[in-house]
């Protein structure tokens, strides 16, 4: 486990969630970490190659919380910004190519074929994470979008719902439970 990248990357996404030119907030870190959380689950659960997904997860909104412009396309630019870093660090080819795979197809939104575990881990830890994101989701809805309570509640329960439905079928089993009990806490009923 190269534990010297994976600390240098979490210093280093910290730093740039810090950046007054970060859009999403320091948000986006306890984000990260919960995808790194997940992941490192999943990674566990599925017999994945743990270190790969765990720089992946770190890496994932690289180009997000880097520049917003790139947001769109996030899962493009940031394949690049990680193959820099990574290169520097002088991780290995083979493996950076497995972290750009996960960054490329982690976004549920974009329809992508996953052709490995890791690429699934990370991709379910990103959509699952926003369980473990709930200030930040509701910053994003009140403070960023200006939702009205109700609103606001709302923006997040859908959020959620299109996040677990992302979920291979393996890991909405794993994760069936933190589903089912947030979702009654934000009920409306």
């Known amino acids: ?6 600390e240098f990357l979490e210093k280093d996404i910290k730093a740039r969630c810090e950046s007054p030119n970060n859009f999403f907030g320091m948000g986006c870190y306890y984000h990260m970490k919960a995808v790194v959380k997940n992941a490192i689950l999943l990674s566990d ?3 994945a190659d743990t270190e790969v997904v765990i720089i992946a997860s770190w890496l994932h909104d690289v180009a997000s919380i880097t520049d917003y412009d790139l947001y769109e396309e996030h899962h493009i630019h940031g394949t690049k910004i990680a193959f820099e870093i990574l290169k520097s660090l002088n991780y290995s080819s083979e493996k950076i190519e497995k972290v750009q795979k996960c960054i490329l197809n982690h976004r549920g939104s974009i329809s992508q074929e996953k052709s490995s575990i890791e690429e699934v881990c990370v991709a379910d830890a990103d959509a699952i994470s926003h369980f473990d994101s709930l200030p930040s989701l509701f910053y994003l809805a009140y403070e960023k979008r200006h939702y009205g309570i109700e609103e606001g509640i709302e923006f997040v329960r859908n959020k959620l719902k299109r996040s677990y439905n992302k979920l291979s079928p393996n890991s909405k089993k794993v994760f069936e439970d933190k589903y089912k009990t947030t979702m009654e806490i934000l009920a409306q009923d």
Not at 1 to 6: A, G, K, L, S, V
């Open 45 to 47: 659960q599925f017999g």
């Open 1 to 6: 486990m190269r534990d010297d990248i994976i």
